[in-house]
Nanobody, 122 residues
Framework: QVQLVESGGGLVQPGGSLRLSCAAS????????MGWYRQAPGKERESVAL???????DYLDSVKGRFTIARDNAKNTVFLQMNSLKPEDTAVYYC????????????????WGQGTQVTVSS
């Protein structure tokens, strides 16, 4: 049905930058909310950044001013630009996209990416 492919994770020094990408493909009629989540070892998964189809954004307080979420609607892709990275940003990052897969049914279903590791360390 719908597949999400993430890319862009890696190892970066404190203060560095990374850009994550998440591309959706398959039976996509439309997309509403696109978001990024992260999960550090021993911690709950948390919402990092959300972006609605109308352009409204919401960020985790600890990343405000450092991370930026953006989307390319033509390519069904969401990005997360991460600047001024800190060791506490180390986690597996997941994208989640709300997808409408049928013209007959108006329901949006959530799909998750496979996760990409971000490690911030000197």
């Amino acid at each position: 049905q719908v597949q999400l492919v993430e890319s862009g994770g890696g190892l970066v020094q404190p203060g560095g930058s990374l850009r994550l990408s998440c591309a959706a493909s398959g039976s996509i009629v439309s997309i509403n909310v696109m978001g990024w989540y992260r999960q550090a070892p021993g911690k709950e998964r948390e919402s990092v950044a959300l972006l609605t189809s109308g352009g409204t954004t919401d960020y985790l307080d600890s990343v405000k001013g450092r991370f930026t979420i953006a989307r390319d609607n033509a390519k069904n892709t969401v990005f997360l630009q991460m600047n001024s990275l800190k060791p506490e940003d180390t986690a597996v990052y997941y994208c989640k996209i709300g997808v409408r897969v049928s013209l007959l049914v108006g329901t949006y279903f959530d799909y998750w990416g496979q996760g990409t590791q971000v490690t911030v360390s000197s």
